[in-house]
Nanobody, 125 residues
Framework: QVQLVESGGGLVQAGGSLRLSCALSIRTMYSVGWFRQAPGKEREFAAAISWSGSGTNYAASVKGRFTISRDNIKNTVYLQMNSLRPEDTAVYYC????????????????????WGQGTQVTVSS
């Protein structure tokens, strides 16, 4: 069973940057995704990356501003967030895909298992 620990969240002004990290307890050959949940809203997909890193996918709301990457030596997945906006404020979670193999269509939280505890990102205007 894999455990995930997110870190790197914090308070930043609009236009600023943060880099989130997701440390996995074991090496996994599964895709990993980042999701976020704002107060009173459903958890939503942000980005995902294949095991090799050759496949990436982004939600329209973050495309061009966020970059997902992974270091399989360190068993860590990153989410670089630039040009942050107040609407990016949320708790950010990473999770491992339930299915083996890469598919950019897997954007539902139900497609993912083994969730981390989340890290808070707050963007002030």
């Amino acid at each position: 069973q894999v455990q995930l620990v997110e870190s790197g969240g914090g308070l930043v002004q609009a236009g600023g940057s943060l880099r989130l990290s997701c440390a996995l307890s074991i090496r996994t050959m599964y895709s990993v995704g980042w999701f976020r949940q704002a107060p009173g809203k459903e958890r939503e997909f942000a980005a995902a990356i294949s095991w090799s890193g050759s496949g990436t996918n982004y939600a329209a709301s973050v495309k061009g501003r966020f970059t997902i990457s992974r270091d399989n030596i360190k068993n860590t997945v990153y989410l670089q967030m630039n040009s942050l906006r107040p609407e990016d404020t949320a708790v950010y979670y990473c999770a491992v895909d339930r299915s083996f193999g890469w598919s950019p269509t897997r954007q539902s939280s139900y497609d993912y298992g083994y969730w981390g505890q989340g890290t808070q990102v707050t963007v002030s205007s």
